[in-house]
């Protein structure tokens, strides 16, 4: 994939410089660059839980990023100086699933924040471009920066970093799509 935005809040850009999170910031965007996307070229026919299924995968292959339960913040590392934490950045791939499940990410790193469980939060969602192409109702870019900045107002005073990502290109096939109980045939 590529990166096609970045915006900080909070002051998240100092704290990922000051408390020695470039490497951890640096490894995240290394994960996304090289998580290969191609797509149908045709509007919501390509499967946003795929897009997922596929970061996940990449987020595997590296070391010491930890998997969160449901209900929590998707992918945290830690950053140890000889055998003690450091800081910690935590990650929610917002590219599957329903746009309002935007304000649950933003809770879970407000919680996790408050809570000292990671010290800076990134949210990882689909380009605006890319979006189009994908199953309905995921979240953009767009929907994400207006979300931070009109509708949950205080979420800019949390050191989030919001990454929209965009597809490496078209293909012939498009990404499969999850089958949910109503897309089942009887």
């Given at each position: 994939?590529?990166i096609?935005?970045?915006?900080?809040?909070?002051?998240s850009?100092?704290?990922v410089c000051r408390l020695?999170?470039a490497h951890?910031?640096?490894?995240?965007?290394?994960i996304?660059i090289?998580?290969?996307?191609?797509?149908l070229?045709?509007?919501?026919?390509?499967?946003a839980?795929r897009?997922?299924?596929l970061?996940n995968?990449?987020f595997?292959?590296y070391?010491?990023?930890?998997?969160?339960k449901?209900?929590?913040?998707d992918w945290?590392?830690r950053?140890r100086?000889?055998?003690?934490?450091?800081?910690?950045?935590?990650v929610e791939?917002q590219?599957?699933g329903?746009?309002?499940?935007l304000?649950?990410?933003?809770?879970?790193?407000?919680n996790n924040l408050q809570?000292?469980?990671?010290?800076a939060?990134?949210?990882?969602?689909p380009?605006?471009?890319?979006e189009?192409?994908?199953?309905?109702r995921?979240?953009?870019?767009s929907?994400?920066v207006r979300?931070?900045?009109?509708?949950?107002?205080?979420?800019q005073?949390?050191?989030?970093i919001l990454?929209a990502v965009?597809?490496?290109?078209?293909s012939d096939e498009p990404?499969?799509?999850?089958?949910t109980n109503k897309g089942?045939?009887?």
């Amino acid at each position: 994939m590529k990166i096609s935005n970045l915006d900080f809040y909070g002051g998240s850009r100092e704290k990922v410089c000051r408390l020695g999170l470039a490497h951890l910031f640096l490894e995240l965007q290394e994960i996304l660059i090289s998580t290969r996307i191609r797509i149908l070229d045709r509007k919501q026919e390509n499967g946003a839980g795929r897009v997922r299924e596929l970061i996940n995968e990449r987020f595997r292959e590296y070391e010491d990023w930890i998997q969160s339960k449901s209900g929590d913040i998707d992918w945290v590392k830690r950053l140890r100086f000889n055998q003690t934490i450091v800081s910690r950045l935590g990650v929610e791939v917002q590219v599957s699933g329903r746009s309002d499940l935007l304000a649950r990410d933003i809770v879970h790193i407000r919680n996790n924040l408050q809570d000292s469980h990671i010290d800076a939060g990134v949210i990882v969602v689909p380009s605006d471009a890319f979006e189009y192409f994908l199953t309905d109702r995921v979240a953009n870019y767009s929907y994400a920066v207006r979300y931070v900045e009109e509708e949950l107002r205080e979420a800019q005073s949390y050191p989030i970093i919001l990454i929209a990502v965009e597809h490496d290109g078209f293909s012939d096939e498009p990404l499969p799509k999850k089958m949910t109980n109503k897309g089942k045939k009887s």
